[in-house]
Nanobody, 128 residues
């Protein structure tokens, strides 16, 4: 599945951004979707995932409540709303799609362990 991430940019601490993940050749509502991020010198980590079965969402981050994943099926787009951003949120953000069944927690784990078809991502920089 070819995905395109967009919406990144420079934002001040405490600000918000909404990232978008789109696909041109498939319907994303048929897929479990995950957002991951990778900061310089750090491993890629999961940010938020949404199940294709029950629509549940899950964030593996300790303060994951600041991140909300959602679908707009009419636009074939999955969003990541990010609020109260901090400098430590600075990273390249990637989305992933998989034909995975299960809860959002389960698909997050599967993406973390096995997914390797990463795209270009979108840069988010949080700085004064």
């Amino acid at each position: 599945v070819q995905l395109v991430e967009s919406g990144g940019g420079l934002v001040q601490p405490g600000g918000s951004l909404r990232l978008s993940c789109t696909a041109s050749s498939v319907s994303l509502d048929n897929y479990a979707i995950a957002w991951f991020r990778q900061a310089p010198g750090k491993e890629r980590e999961g940010v938020s995932c949404i199940s294709r079965n029950d629509g549940s969402t899950y964030s593996p981050l300790p303060n994951g409540g600041r991140f909300t994943i959602s679908r707009d099926n009419a636009k074939n787009t999955v969003y990541l709303q990010m609020n109260s951003l901090k400098p430590e949120d600075t990273a390249v953000y990637y989305c992933a799609a998989g034909a995975l069944d299960g809860t959002s927690w389960y698909v997050c784990e599967e993406f973390r362990k096995f997914y390797d078809d990463w795209g270009q991502g979108t840069q988010v920089t949080v700085s004064p």
